[in-house]
């Protein structure tokens, strides 16, 4: 059972950020992957502390990194860039690819949402 020290608030990337990367890293990894072998390489390139990587969510004893990710999948399932099709493996669509490789070619903007997120 965790702490209840973790279940304090953290800051974690922006659902967008979170998005785009995701889009990224499986641009890079070519082929379908588990769940679990995404969330550490998604935390390593945000930078997260141990603190935000295993900070539990309030309502429940759920990792607040691995939700986050979570629900960064299920908006681009529903956008058709991740094949939801098969239980325990995420990878990318034709229309997924497109735009990652769209996303690889330009900058990454902030968002006023990331900005918020900051407090600024």
Not at 10 to 27: F, G, H, N
């Amino acid at each position: 059972m965790r702490s209840r020290s973790t279940r304090q608030q953290v800051e974690l990337p922006s659902q967008t950020s979170v998005e785009r990367e995701l889009l990224l890293y499986l641009r890079g990894v070519r082929r379908p992957v588990e769940p679990m072998s995404v969330y550490g390489p998604l935390a390593d390139r945000f930078g997260l502390n141990a603190l935000q990587r295993h900070a539990t969510r309030r309502d429940r004893d759920e990792l607040a990194w691995h939700n986050r990710v979570q629900f960064a999948r299920r908006r681009l399932v529903d956008l058709g860039y991740l094949d939801g099709s098969e239980r325990g493996l995420w990878g990318l669509t034709p229309a997924g690819r497109a735009e990652a490789d769209r996303l690889a070619s330009e900058p990454e903007v902030i968002t006023l949402a990331d900005l918020l997120e900051l407090g600024l």
